[in-house]
């Protein structure tokens, strides 16, 4: 550079172009010096605030460093890390969660051992349990032990019933709930609870299983869920709904969390995460103890406790890599950890931040040290994701009375067995027919690919060049140039993905295997094909998809009809009723689910009130969330189809009513012989399509029957494998199970176009 | 179509007041959220205005967060995706309507198949593809993945609609010395304004509403588009439910007013008939 700056410093022009380059160069350096490290987190607001203040600080005492920190739920940081770093080699620097994402970042090999950056000292100053190890290595420092549950009271409430303690055993906790459970008003229907929690999900049922001498996995992570401890266990939950009546017949988080905070319940079971938020309620006067002691067997309840921390990207190296490092050493320092401790009550890994006065004196932190002496880890196994799925149905078939407690605990036995197995399938593939059947799938990929490029050749390329038999070749090109940006975008994008998935559905891909799967053949479709899941779902998947399509082409089209009309008022009647498409499908399906509640929702009231039905259990049930999960995606496809309709109405001319009124033909005759021929062209694109989306429709199902309850029994296809293989890593089984949904989705759409003469046109 | 008597005006009410019911209630209970203190996502009260009603979530949503950003993100992101897919469905969908080339049977369906493999499993290869093509972290890449989601439906409905107006009226055009295009553009295009109107909506609430792929693209909050920007509100079991449901309220605001512009095109009183009669 100085060089070729001197042979040519007589040109001014050259030296300015040098001065430019020169000038770029610095501010490049300047630009270059300032590092952004990523880190991403999940956080909830509370905790974020912080965080945001803490790397601010941070950035002010190392002004070459920027942090920038990216929220997202918790499932979704972990699969988003997972695609970012396990197969893109990208992702952030740091990932922050709970402990029990360790066993499946180190099995996929996207974590980096962190016992080599920090002294034997250093980690002297953690309490152990703040440090995950795994398999000899440690992976995470944590900053705070979290996520453990215990019993949240309101002191008012309590006071009004004339009690002053928390209750200290299991059958005080009854006692005491019984005397909390109120119906203040005297209509028969309860106002206030004694006690309200998320008991339907495993998670919380984990202390009472505990209380029993129960626990989910044995040493060597076999699952041991079928014992005396869950019978029990089961018992003691069911019987305080049952029996005592202490706690609402239907409960879920939210509903558990809007009650208590707004003063109708008397006691909350819920974890570290949420008490700020009770502290806060002006109809709570917070209190906080332990699970009371089981008096049975004398055990205190054990809540799982998970220490929250910060892992680190394999890929980092040099100074990057202590850059990051110097981060992470900041973030779980004792500053930042008292900084969470003394706003949030969290509880700090570093035993010098414990013993500060603030932190030691501060009841909510005094107690919840107590719950975590008596809870045990979260295991962090893999095999932990596969229990929970297992636990799930099982619990809540017993709660909704489809099992006795015998048969839940041996349920849950068997699927936990299953699903462990499933989670670390595919390690033992025979070499020789890997190999063989590896060729074949190539092979056939390629004469696949050929024959496609040969179809393309012949449909788009030769009428561009050569034009179409018949038509002049202006035409054809004409007609070509006109799809093809349409096409090329649309297939641009979906090409990858297909074929992506094509090869994965050969393969052996799941959780051990991510890294180095291989073609094992057509043994996963195999899997599928043999599975009496497969086609149990696949019934259920196509009576939701018929009636939903049925009833949104039913009401979308007579509502059209109503509306092709001069009509005062119409402008506003229409948007209205477009309302459901118009608002965000993520928080209606969510509120109908509410709707849907037995004892407050609204339609039980509307249907109590105005035609004297009973109280239908809508989301215990499981035929009846299933139907709920229709009636609210009825409501939401209903608008596109009116739409589609008044579009299409419009394309029929007024003359051919009224000559048909003039032949004498009825009002029906009209319908049938001329709106519904003509309304078909635009209408048969819109139904296919309908029955494509509502057949793939995953979210509606999801976010009303939270993901599937009760016991997994309200799945359609697309999610019951989103739960079964997705979630649980097994890539190469759930790509063959789309497939086969792919292939039926297929096969129906020829036969019903075919039959519709979709294609043809109407003219 | 009979002039319509009293009591039929009275039953067409009566049915769509109905329907409106129906079709506002949940709506209405999402406003409630929206305005009651406190962060509850249930209630035992059928009021739809609480007694402590208050603006505040959305007031917060301003002061507190980038809002206006991802406002005005999303609005960029939507209008190239719903110009995009105007343009290019209205011009597919007429090719495939009028022209007989070998692929046409082949395109239309695998137009269709595209929309058959569940979305859940495509996330992962997309988001290698868009890795490897420097894509994230940009709107294109946002862009790219809408338009082609939205486009499969969009040309449908375009070529339904074009096959309904008779072959005539071009060849009348052609006839006036009228080029291809120009028939197509003058002629035509116009008169399919109904399908073009639900192209438009159809193309912009795919993107307007989408987050999961939005999610794996972007990473700054400030480029964030307004339905990831409002996930941020929820939390696995710590959800603002008062920020998530003013927020879903707002989103809804431009897809309501895209609505009430468009649909007046969509009832656009044409005058097909006098020419097919």
Known sequence: ?763 | MKKTSKLQYFMIYAALFMAVAWSIYPILRVITISIRPGDNLLTESLSIIPEDWTFDNYIKLFTDHPFGTWIWNSILVTATVMLTGVTLASTAGYALSRFRFPGREASLFSLLVTQMFPATMLLLPLFIMLSSLHLINTYLGLIVIYSSTALPFCVWSMKGYYDTIPYSLEEAARIDGASRFMAFYKIILPLASPALVITALFSFMSAWTEYIVAAQVLWYEDMFTLPIGLKSFQANMTTEWGLYAAGAMIVSIPAIALFLFLTKYLIGGLTLGSVKG
Not at chain 1, 198 to 217: D, I, L, Q, R
Not at chain 1, 223 to 240: G, S, W, Y
């Open chain 1, 1 to 763: 550079m100085i060089r070729y700056f001197r042979k040519r410093r007589k040109s001014l022009s050259h030296f300015l172009l040098q001065l430019i380059i020169g000038l770029l160069l610095v501010s490049g350096l300047l630009g270059a010096e300032k590092t952004t490290l990523h880190l991403w987190h999940p956080m909830p607001a509370p905790s974020r605030a912080v965080l945001n203040e803490l790397v601010a600080e941070y950035e002010r005492m190392n002004p070459d460093i920027s942090v920038h920190l990216l929220y997202k739920e918790n499932e979704e940081v972990r699969m988003a890390y997972m695609s970012a770093t396990g197969f893109t080699e990208g992702g952030p620097d740091l990932l922050y969660g709970p402990s029990d994402f360790t066993g499946a970042l180190v099995e996929m090999n996207i974590v980096k051992p962190l016992e080599d950056f920090f002294t034997e000292d250093e980690l002297s100053e953690f309490d152990p349990k703040g440090l995950t190890w795994y398999q000899g290595h440690l992976y995470q420092i944590g900053d705070e032990l979290g996520n453990h549950l215990a019993l949240v009271y309101n002191k008012r409430l309590f006071a009004e019933v004339g009690l002053d303690r928390p209750p200290e055993s299991m059958q005080e906790l009854i006692e005491y709930g019984k005397k909390l459970t109120l119906d203040k008003d005297g209509d028969g229907v309860v106002d206030q609870y004694g006690l309200v929690w998320n008991f339907t999900e495993p998670f919380f049922f984990m202390p009472f299983y505990a209380s029993y001498g129960g626990w989910v996995m044995d040493e060597d992570q076999n699952p041991t869920l079928n014992n005396d401890a869950a019978v029990k266990a089961f018992e003691f939950v069911r019987d305080m709904r049952d029996v005592h009546g202490i706690i609402p017949i239907e409960c879920d988080y939210d509903i558990a969390d809007s009650k208590f905070n707004t003063g109708a319940a008397g006691m909350l079971i819920n974890g570290a995460w949420s008490w700020a938020k009770y502290m806060e309620s002006p109809h709570v006067d917070f209190g906080l103890a332990v699970l009371p002691i089981n008096n049975e067997t004398g055990l205190f309840p054990a809540p799982m406790i998970a220490t929250k921390g910060y892992y680190m990207n394999p890929y980092l190296e040099g100074e990057r890599e202590q850059q990051v490092v110097e981060l992470m050493k900041f973030l779980t320092g004792a500053d930042a950890q008292f900084q969470y401790a003394s706003r949030l009550a969290t509880i700090p890994t570093r035993l010098e931040v414990r013993e500060r006065p603030q932190i030691a004196e501060d009841p909510v932190i005094m107690t919840s040290i107590e719950q975590v002496s008596r809870g045990r880890a979260m295991p962090i196994s893999p095999q932990m994701r596969a229990i929970w799925d297992a636990m799930r149905p099982a619990y809540q078939n017993v709660l909704g009375g489809s099992m006795t407690p015998e048969e839940g605990a041996v349920y849950q036995q068997e699927i936990a067995v299953q699903k462990v197995a499933e989670l670390f399938e595919g390690q033992d593939v025979d070499q020789d027919a890997v190999n063989i059947s590896a060729i074949i799938v190539y092979l056939a990929g390629l004469l696949l690919a050929i024959w496609a490029l040969y179809k393309l050749f012949v449909a788009f390329i030769l009428p561009l060049v050569r034009g179409i038999p018949g038509v002049q070749v202006q035409e054809s090109r004409f007609g070509v140039l006109m799809v093809a940006p349409a096409a090329i975008f649309i297939f641009g994008v979906v090409v990858y993905p297909f074929f992506y998935n094509l090869v994965i559905s050969f393969s052996n891909m799941g959780l051990t295997t991510v890294n180095d799967w291989r073609i094992i053949g057509l043994s996963q479709y195999g899997k599928v094909l043999t599975d009496s899941q497969f086609y149990h779902f696949f019934l259920r998947t196509v009576i939701w998809t018929v009636v939903n399509v049925v009833l949104h082409v039913i009401f979308g089209v007579m509502l059209a009809l109503l509306l092709n009309r001069p009509l005062p008022g119409k402008g506003i009647i229409r948007v209205l009723l477009i309302l459901p498409w118009a608002v965000p499908s993520y928080i209606t399906a969510l509120t109908w689910r509410g709707m849907f509640n037995i004892d407050y929702g609204a339609v039980n009231i509307i249907l109590n009130k105005f035609f004297g039905v009973e109280p239908i259990s809508w989301l215990i049930d499981p035929t009846n969330a299933f139907i709920a999960t229709i009636i609210t995606n009825v409501w939401l496809g209903i608008p596109f189809m009116m739409i589609i309709a008044l579009g299409g109405l419009q394309s029929i001319p007024q003359e051919l009513y009224e000559a048909a009124s003039i032949d004498g033909a009825t009002a029906w005759q009209q319908f049938k012989k001329i709106t519904l021929p003509l309304l078909k062209p635009v209408m048969i694109p819109a139904i296919t399509l309908g029955i494509v989306w509502t057949f793939n429709n995953i979210n509606v199902v999801w976010l009303v029957s939270n993901g599937g309850q009760p016991g997994d029994q309200t799945h359609i296809l697309v999610s019951f494998v989103y739960r079964a293989a997705f979630n649980l890593y097994r890539y190469g089984y759930a790509a063959a199970f789309s497939f086969m949904i792919f292939i039926m989705l297929a096969l129906f759409s020829v036969k019903f176009m075919q039959k519709n003469k979709a294609t043809e046109t109407a003219y």
